[in-house]
Antibody, heavy 124, light 109 residues
Framework: QIQLVQSGTEVKKPGASVKVSCKASGYSLNRYGISWVRQAPGQGLEWVGWISGYNRNTNYAQKVKGRVTITIEVSTNTAYMELRSLKFEDTAVYFC?????????????????WGQGTLVTVSS | EIVMTQSPATLSVSPGEGATLSCRASQSIGINLAWYQQKPGQAPRLLMYAASTRATGIPDRFSGSGSGTEFTLTISSLKPEDFVVYYCQQYNNWPPEDTFGQGTKLEFK
């Protein structure tokens, strides 16, 4: 069974950093891309960034570029999203989601499955 | 950035009726469009990909159509569990730079 299990709730102060994990089971992270998507309270879905499972290439949303880093740790089959210099408006549930299909290093598809989500609250 | 615009924001319908949800892209995305259903407190669930292909386990009450910039999700014979929020997503760009519509909420009429 393919599953993504994320780390728990985080509460951080403005200016701090947070690192959210996404542990994959049932498949190898080496073969599929992983996206991170966030959802502010009561709002819609916002794409944050993506990492290739093949070559670790990344791309990030302009809104968070320079503050976000997505990585993969092969030994534990876990993806991470680190967000630095946190702002109040970064308060959201952060989801990881896998590319549903793998067509090689130059591909990206729709997202399935998704992790359960991690609430990150930025509060002073 | 490709902007995805969903309409309407809220759709009031009755159980047993049908519903048509629209999604428009600011530029052509071929058929690189997915639809997701999100229930309160849960992660989004894939309904449709490649604009018109149902995901595994999705009942045939759900159908998708469109290409280029105009897309539609149609739900026939609405059940009570269908009254939640639906999002479209484009995954056309390379390198990836996905965008989502703002969502359509189905509510009881």
């Amino acid at each position: 069974q393919i599953q993504l299990v994320q780390s728990g709730t985080e509460v951080k102060k403005p200016g701090a950093s947070v690192k959210v994990s996404c542990k994959a089971s049932g498949y190898s992270l080496n073969r599929y891309g992983i996206s991170w998507v966030r959802q502010a309270p009561g709002q819609g879905l916002e794409w944050v960034g993506w990492i290739s499972g093949y070559n670790r290439n990344t791309n990030y949303a302009q809104k968070v570029k320079g503050r976000v880093t997505i990585t993969i740790e092969v030994s534990t089959n876990t993806a991470y999203m680190e967000l630095r210099s946190l702002k109040f408006e970064d308060t959201a549930v952060y989801f990881c989601a896998r590319d549903a299909r793998s067509y090689g290093s130059g591909s990206h598809t729709w997202l399935d499955p998704w992790g359960q989500g991690t609430l990150v609250t930025v509060s002073s | 950035e490709i902007v995805m615009t969903q309409s309407p924001a809220t759709l009031s319908v009755s159980p047993g009726e049908g519903a048509t949800l629209s999604c428009r892209a600011s530029q052509s995305i071929g058929i690189n469009l997915a639809w997701y259903q999100q229930k309160p407190g849960q992660a989004p669930r894939l309904l449709m990909y490649a604009a018109s292909t149902r995901a595994t386990g999705i009942p045939d009450r759900f159908s998708g159509s469109g290409s280029g910039t105009e897309f539609t999700l149609t739900i026939s014979s609405l059940k009570p569990e269908d009254f939640v929020v639906y999002y479209c997503q484009q995954y056309n760009n390379w390198p990836p730079e996905d965008t989502f519509g703002q969502g359509t909420k189905l509510e009881f009429k």
